[in-house]
């Protein structure tokens, strides 16, 4: 049987507990994705994190903008790690039942290549050719 518990009390006990076991910048991420998720779902009662939620959550953040800027899949998936270590602890403490399902949204798995291997090999072989920084204490092919 799981407790009925309002979502600033369990906020507040949980980032009681976070200021011992997290570093400052975990707690910055946790507050600042919990304040956004207050912002855009507004739940009242800890059982208002479902599924339909978090989908609701990711739709509206994937359509605000940062300084005129999209918000990156990468920083919504942050956010929705942060809930889910928070949903974990209240299963944990039986709060809630189950954690519930986060949609996490695809993210650029291969970092870009600016310069393909042909011309890195070109530009590699010719390092010696280099005649800048002067002065450095080692030459320009010296690594």
Same mark, same amino acid.
């Given at each position: ?13 949980? @980032? ?34 479902? !599924? ?8 509206? !953040?994937?359509? @605000? ?10 920083t919504i998936n942050k956010e929705l790690r942060s809930l889910r ?6 299963? !944990? ?24 291997? @042909? ?25």
């Amino acid at each position: 049987m799981t407790a009925r518990i309002l979502w600033s009390d369990f906020r507040e006990e949980f @980032e009681a507990d976070s200021a011992a076991k997290h570093r400052p910048s975990t707690r910055s991420g946790n507050q600042i994705a919990f304040d956004h998720f207050e912002r855009i779902i507004c739940p009242k009662w800890l059982q208002d994190i479902t !599924r339909a939620a978090l989908a609701r959550y990711t739709t509206v !953040r994937q359509a @605000e903008k940062y300084r005129g800027r999209s918000i990156s899949a990468f920083t919504i998936n942050k956010e929705l790690r942060s809930l889910r270590v928070f949903t974990l602890e209240a299963v !944990r403490r039986k709060y809630l039942s189950d954690p519930p399902e986060s949609p996490f949204l695809p993210e650029l798995k291969k970092i870009p290549t600016y310069v393909d291997a @042909e011309t890195f090999g070109k530009l590699y072989r010719h390092a010696e050719a280099a005649t800048k920084p002067v002065d450095q204490g080692f030459t320009p092919a010296q690594w």
